[in-house]
DNA sequence: AAATGTTTGTTAATCCATTCACATAGTAGC
DNA sequence: GCTACTATGTGAATGGATTAACAAACATTT
């Protein structure tokens, strides 16, 4: 699994989902083996970064056949930790949180959201989704110890106040929609999706693009 | 204001809405100077980065002085062309969608959702938000010609068939929530925001960290 | 107006990631 | 088993972005 001797970069890192969704769809449609230039047309992503991510997790292949896909969707599952579920919370229930439970990761069972938070008495002790809506001041109260894990879907002038609370009650990895740039313990993980940044950095090389990007 | 013989990294394009929404917001705060190092401690960028961005766009500060903030605030908005308002049409109303333009990037009156297209009868012919939804198969029809950017939050399988149909109609920056990786033509702009690898890119990061991030 | 202090813009150094290119190791066919 | 292919894994080269560090430029004070 893990390589000791070989550091995992963090464009790696950002790229171990994308392969193992293609592994995955691969593998479920019967592939066996796959080379890294045939991956590469699938996922638009250069053979050569394809061999040297792969490599970064041990010897995966075999020189003059490629890659088993069975292996690699083992390999990238045991990466993932799929097979352990993780619960996660979220803080949050207007449109775009309420969105993200119904989605709720579907084609991820690993992946699910548990229990949803807000401050607004009309949601707070409602159901969205099969999912129930706590009042956030019960935070420390009904979370439960399985959840290291939060997705912050509340105005940005909130989110100083979540983050700490988030922090008290054990969450070390938190993705937040936010765009308000926050001070977090060295030990938790934090991941922005800044909807507004995308967008006008998108039309900006939209704009001002002579080459293709 | 872009200077001709400095090239903008791609790295600082990302962060130029990051400089904006920050200056605006010192703006309004009535503070008429700032230093790149005290910007620094607001964004959690080194001061180094952001005085080597700024100056790829001219020379906006002032030795011994720092720059003023309503400078910043001009010239960030003139590269992303704030005065003129860009009109957006959303394909796929489901949750997300939905989330989306009610939200309507409310902080940002220059960008709007004008219209949407769904292909599911119970939705066509309503209205979220104020916006109209229309037959997905009707885009040529209803579409006007001022609208060149396009936000997808369909189904992965159903954008194959999405991205022609926009680039078809003239559309020629795509952000997309759809993970499924499209052939798109070479002067189409396009930028996904997949949820999933996000959440478990960021899981990845947090279960194996020694270091933090 | 001179002296002191401050902060930029940029050159050079470093770091990180991608890409090239090929020796090596294994496959497939005969 | 031997020969001809094929595709990996990686050392070396390249490219891109960040960071350090400082000369030059301006502000401020006296």
Chains 1, 2 share one sequence.
Request: one cysteine or more; a neutral charge; hydrophobic letters at 40%.
């Amino acid at each position: 699994m893990l390589n000791a001797r070989a550091r995992v970069s963090k464009a790696t890192v950002r790229r171990i989902p994308l392969y193992y969704r293609a592994v995955q769809q691969l593998q479920q449609q019967g592939v066996k083996r796959i080379r890294s230039e045939r991956l590469s047309e699938i996922i638009h992503i250069p053979s050569a970064t394809i061999r040297r991510d792969f490599s970064s997790f041990g010897e995966l292949g075999k020189s003059g056949y490629g890659y088993s896909v069975d292996t690699l969707v083992d390999e990238f599952g045991k990466l993932l930790e799929v097979q352990d579920a993780e619960n996660i919370l979220l803080v949050g229930c207007g449109g775009l949180g309420a969105a993200l439970i119904e989605n709720n990761f579907r084609r991820n069972p690993d992946l699910n959201i548990t229990m949803a938070f807000d401050i607004d008495p009309a949601k707070i002790g409602t159901e969205i989704g099969g999912v129930p809506v706590y009042d956030f001041r019960e935070l420390a109260m009904r979370v439960t110890p399985d959840i290291k894990t939060a997705i912050i879907a509340v105005p940005s002038s909130a989110q100083p106040q979540v983050i700490p609370a988030l922090e008290g009650i054990g969450i070390d990895a938190i993705l937040t929609f936010a765009p308000q740039p926050v001070v977090c313990l060295p030990t938790t993980t934090i991941r922005y999706i800044d909807l507004t940044s995308e967008l006008q950095s998108l039309l900006f090389t939209a704009h001002h693009q002579q080459l293709a990007d």
